[in-house]
């Protein structure tokens, strides 16, 4: 599908301050967001990722920076299974996640230089048809980086119309890491009946995405001042290059604080200890219509924006025209 496709505007470049030693301009938001965005790989699929980063109690009177990353749950999903057990004549089914692997590219005077790669824990995981497609990930290294991002408030508010907009995202997988495209909000409140009965909200942007942007973050540029590189969205979803479908930072802020993950989203919440985080149930409670158990109920609307999906390394090969 994307043979000889022409990969000029993308901007694959990326490094690790504290590993590749190049200097950074402390005011400068294209270096901040290369710092904690990175490719999310599940198996053969790769999509996006952020992180964020927070002080936990990792033991008694012992606290360390741990780093988790926010993706959509679509980029993830092939790395969950069901398992069923018979135990005492009654059928128990459990499910499991395989790890993912965090990648993030080094760069050093305008060259890729190689990558550090880590695996990530699911922690929570909302499914992308009749959930939130929504997934939060916990980086297995400590103190990896100290680089994180602050969330748009807002007071609830949608991002006004017209609002410019930062992506950030593995563009085409891999090949394309932290390339960093520009659009504005388009429109907000889109809702699309994705089989939870009352619809899910999503707002439009024109930035600029491909298969493989998937989970990447949404960010306010210079022009909204004092909250410029403030996080308002996650891209999931998309029917052209420039009509794609973001999570808005107001119902990722929604998910997180109905599933006990608000410090996830809000750095005055107070974290729980690494202990009570990894008893999180991965899954919430599943809503499945009377009569219809196991089935998913995928509407016309959610076909019309199909997600943005993984880039599957196994199906597809991705070749760069010489200029």
Known sequence: MFNKLVVALLLAVTFTPNVSGQAQDPDSL???????????????????????????????????????????????????????????????????????????????????????????????????????DLALLMIRKVNFTDAGISFYKGEGNPVAIGTELYHVGSLLGQV?????????????????????????????????????????????????????????????????????????????????NKNGIGWAVDETVQVPSLEDILKLPIEGEVKKDEGKE???SISADSKKFPTLPELDKSKQDVTIDKK
């Open 176 to 256: 394309g890491s932290n390339s960093m495209t520009r659009g504005i909000v388009s429109q907000v409140g889109r809702v699309l009946n994705l089989g939870s009965g009352d619809g899910v909200v999503f707002d439009q942007t024109t930035v600029t995405a491909f298969p493989g942007s998937s989970g990447g973050g949404i960010f306010l540029t210079e022009r909204s001042g004092d909250k410029k590189g403030e996080y308002v969205g996650m891209l999931v979803r998309g029917a052209g290059e420039t009509f794609n479908l973001m999570v808005p930072v107001r119902r990722l802020r929604e998910y997180a």
């Open 294 to 296: 196991g089935e998913k």
């Open 30 to 132: 294209y270096d901040k967001f290369q710092q904690v965005s990175v490719t999310v790989k599940s198996g053969s699929g790769e999509g996006s990722g952020t992180i964020i980063t927070r002080e936990v109690q990792i033991a008694p009177n012992k606290t360390a920076k741990i780093n988790f990353v926010w993706t959509a749950a679509h980029v993830i999903d092939n790395l969950r299974t069901v398992r069923n057990t018979v135990y005492d004549g009654k059928v128990k089914t459990s499910v499991e996640f395989k790890d993912a692997q965090i990648v993030q590219e080094l760069v050093e005077n305008g060259r890729r230089v190689g990558e550090v790669k880590m695996d990530a824990k699911v922690l929570k995981y909302s499914d992308s048809e009749e959930g939130e």
